[in-house]
């Protein structure tokens, strides 16, 4: 099956409606602090369109033995060509996640997937 271009830019248009809250992007700079250190601070993008959705829960073997730690991870959706990337955090309803990895690699993306962890405050 092949889409047309124009096929292509409905189907994205149509995507962009299920998309029913807003987040904020924000991404990391860093500065020398004068110590020998470096100072974090974030910037934010504009407001964007998205869907946060929570997906079951994932278990990670860490260390050694039988240690599991259970994280919950979310997925949050954005417009198909929105610039987002692993590192970068995500503002949304006054929680803050971090950008685990996004899913780029698939034809006819209609919307931009991201993998996400809440930051612990």
């Known amino acids: 099956m092949t889409l047309t271009a124009a096929e292509l830019a409905q189907a994205r248009s149509d995507a962009e409606e299920l998309l029913p809250s807003t987040c904020t992007i924000q ?3 860093t500065a020398a602090d004068g ?19 929570n997906v ?15 994280h919950d ?5 954005v417009h198909w060509d929105r ?3 692993a590192g970068n955090r995500v503002v949304f309803g006054g929680d803050t996640y971090e950008v ?9 993306r209609l919307l931009r997937e991201a993998t996400l962890q809440r930051v612990n405050a």
Do not use: N
């Not at 110590?35 to 959705?53: A, H, I, K, M, Q």
């Not at 990670?60 to 259970?70: F, I, N, Y």
């Open 27 to 29: 991404v990391r700079s």
């Open 35 to 53: 110590y020998g250190g470096v100072s974090e601070s974030w910037s934010d993008t504009d407001d964007v369109p998205c869907r946060l959705d």
């Open 56 to 70: 079951s829960v994932k278990a990670r073997m860490e260390g050694s033995g039988d240690k599991t730690t259970v």
């Open 73 to 77: 991870a979310w997925t949050l959706f």
């Open 83 to 85: 610039s987002i990337a």
């Open 100 to 108: 685990i990895s996004v899913q780029d690699d698939h034809d006819w």
